[in-house]
């Protein structure tokens, strides 16, 4: 079990969360698959049908220069009725910006599902609460633009503000107080205590109690949507155990939930997969995509 709750002066715990957590540590070529990421983005937006560069948060609300998002249209389809998604980039809240991910889109897209790309403020400038609030904006912008229901998912940190998401309420916000019902985390962070202790809190800077508030888990669980979780199947006990963590819980509050494992990924390869039209993940993702529009 990893809950760091009254145990952050635990040296052998903070060991075990340092190697649980620290995925670019645990993955010596991180850095080239991340040079890859920005490769194959760059040349998929050169002839993806895309708008690039879109404001969703007004300065005067408090928007940065980073509060920005790109969207992705099918080919063929009709921008009016078509399904939505949104992808949230990771980087543990504290690098990656959207523009390096942009070629996921290319697995939704071919089934007919627009994608919206937020980037947000990163710490430590920003803390995890400031960029939750600043990813619910942007899934607001959607809603008051195109007055479609959305599924979201992300990847590591994203799949973090994926899971926020879903126990968001975006009444106060005009928008439907259940807006995000449909959610599919991939090697996401949802019990943020852990991570207090490791070298990741550094630029991060969560204080106990702040790690418990911004953790998903440990708000009331959605009682409806569709969940689906991902981690690689190489990555370390800690991201397994927080996935299936997810999936469990949730799905006895009345969710419908799966978790699954990529056989052979790590942290960074995992979401590969979603650049693949015909892949499961991308298959899960354009489904709940459907759903959300239906609901």
């Known amino acids: 079990m990893y809950t760091a709750a009254g145990k952050s002066e635990d040296t052998d715990f903070t060991a075990l969360c340092e190697a649980g957590y620290n995925a670019r540590a645990a993955v010596p070529n991180a850095a080239e698959l991340i040079e890859a990421?920005?490769?194959?983005?760059?040349?998929?937006?050169?002839?993806?049908?895309?708008?690039?560069?879109i404001p969703y948060l007004d300065p005067v609300a408090g928007g940065t220069d980073r509060?920005?998002?790109?969207?992705?249209?099918?080919?063929?389809?009709?921008?009016?009725t078509c399904p939505i998604a949104v992808f949230i980039h990771g980087g543990y809240w504290?690098?990656?910006?959207?523009?390096?991910?942009s070629h996921l889109a290319n697995g939704l897209n071919s089934n007919?599902?627009?994608?919206?790309?937020?980037?947000?403020?990163?710490?430590?400038e920003a803390n995890v609460g400031l960029i939750t609030d600043q990813i619910?904006?942007?899934?607001?912008?959607?809603?008051?633009?195109?007055?479609?229901r959305i599924a979201v998912g992300g990847h590591s940190a994203g799949g973090h503000l994926t899971a926020a998401m879903m126990v968001r309420d975006f009444s106060a916000m005009?928008?439907?107080?259940?807006?995000?019902?449909?959610?599919?985390?991939?090697?996401?962070?949802?019990?943020?205590?852990?991570?207090?202790?490791?070298s990741i809190n550094e630029k991060a800077g969560m204080s106990a109690d702040e790690?418990?508030?911004?953790?998903p888990l440990l708000h009331d669980a959605p009682t409806s949507g569709n969940l689906h979780a991902w981690v690689g199947g190489a990555e370390s006990k800690a991201f397994h155990w927080q996935?299936?963590?997810?999936?469990?819980?949730?799905?006895?509050?009345?969710?419908?939930?799966?978790?699954?494992?990529?056989?052979?990924?790590?942290?960074?390869?995992?979401?590969?997969?979603?650049s693949d039209p015909k892949s499961k993940m991308t298959k899960q993702f354009a489904e709940l995509a459907r759903n959300a529009l239906e609901s």
């Not at 760059?42 to 895309?50: D, L, P, V, Y």
């Not at 619910?136 to 479609?148: E, F, I, P, Q, S």
């Not at 943020?192 to 490791?198: E, P, Q, S």
């Not at 790690?211 to 953790?215: C, E, F, I, P």
Request: aromatic residues 12%.
């Open 174 to 198: 005009g928008a439907p107080s259940d807006l995000v019902t449909n959610g599919l985390p991939i090697s996401g962070l949802f019990d943020l205590r852990d991570l207090v202790v490791t």
């Open 67 to 80: 509060t920005f998002l790109d969207i992705f249209w099918p080919k063929d389809t009709d921008r009016q």
């Open 94 to 101: 504290q690098s990656q910006d959207r523009k390096n991910f």
């Open 136 to 148: 619910a904006a942007a899934c607001t912008w959607v809603w008051r633009n195109y007055g479609r």
């Open 37 to 53: 990421w920005i490769t194959d983005a760059t040349e998929f937006r050169q002839s993806a049908e895309c708008a690039l560069d």
């Open 112 to 124: 007919g599902i627009a994608v919206v790309m937020p980037s947000y403020n990163l710490c430590p």
């Open 243 to 274: 996935t299936r963590e997810i999936a469990k819980r949730w799905k006895k509050s009345g969710l419908t939930t799966s978790h699954h494992a990529g056989k052979n990924d790590n942290h960074f390869t995992i979401i590969d997969a979603l």
């Open 211 to 215: 790690a418990t508030s911004w953790s």
